[in-house]
């Protein structure tokens, strides 16, 4: 795991690529939960008898819960050692290429893209790949965007 101990060292990585992490199972409990705590009950993810007729064969996690992994797999990539309050200040873009199937694992790679000095502190984005095991495309593609605080 990369850690990160300045400034200076964080924005001297920019274009670096780390990881996969290992390997994350997805189960069908954290879709069901996933599906609990956001409202979002469709048939592909909850249903398996009606899943296992449709398209994918089974059910598939929700595109929003492969993202929701990317502190996560994050955390086996790199930390931030920096003293400075940190928080998520939004996603510049965001893909889901591949469905995940439930029973299907997932990893990630992390590179930093930017990290721009603002107002408030520096912006670093990073990009995350999270790919499928034994899966041609990824299942996402995203760029998040963290607002390093000075202080």
């Given at each position: 795991?990369r850690?990160?101990?300045?400034?200076?060292?964080?924005?001297?990585?920019?274009?670096?690529?780390?990881?996969?992490?290992?390997?994350?199972p997805?189960?069908?409990?954290q879709?069901?939960?996933?599906?609990d705590?956001?409202?979002?009950?469709?048939w592909?993810?909850?249903?398996?008898?009606?899943?296992?007729?449709g398209p994918?064969?089974?059910?598939?996690a929700?595109?929003?819960?492969?993202?929701?992994?990317?502190?996560?797999?994050?955390?086996?990539l790199?930390h931030l050692?920096?003293h400075?309050p940190?928080?998520?200040?939004?996603?510049?873009?965001?893909?889901?290429?591949?469905?995940?199937?439930?029973?299907?694992?997932?990893?990630a790679?992390?590179?930093?893209?930017?990290?721009?000095?603002v107002?408030?502190?520096?912006?670093?984005?990073?990009?995350y790949?999270?790919?499928?095991?034994?899966?041609?495309?990824p299942?996402?593609?995203?760029?998040?965007v963290?607002?390093?605080?000075?202080?």
């Amino acid at each position: 795991m990369r850690v990160f101990r300045s400034l200076d060292e964080l924005s001297a990585a920019i274009g670096e690529e780390m990881g996969p992490s290992p390997w994350v199972p997805i189960t069908q409990k954290q879709v069901d939960e996933f599906a609990d705590a956001t409202g979002d009950h469709q048939w592909i993810h909850v249903d398996r008898a009606r899943a296992a007729a449709g398209p994918f064969g089974g059910t598939i996690a929700h595109g929003y819960l492969t993202l929701a992994l990317i502190p996560l797999l994050a955390s086996e990539l790199f930390h931030l050692d920096l003293h400075h309050p940190k928080l998520n200040y939004g996603i510049n873009k965001v893909r889901f290429p591949h469905v995940v199937p439930v029973g299907s694992n997932v990893r990630a790679t992390a590179t930093i893209a930017d990290v721009e000095d603002v107002a408030a502190g520096k912006l670093m984005v990073t990009r995350y790949v999270i790919e499928i095991e034994d899966a041609e495309k990824p299942a996402c593609v995203a760029e998040t965007v963290v607002l390093l605080l000075d202080g």
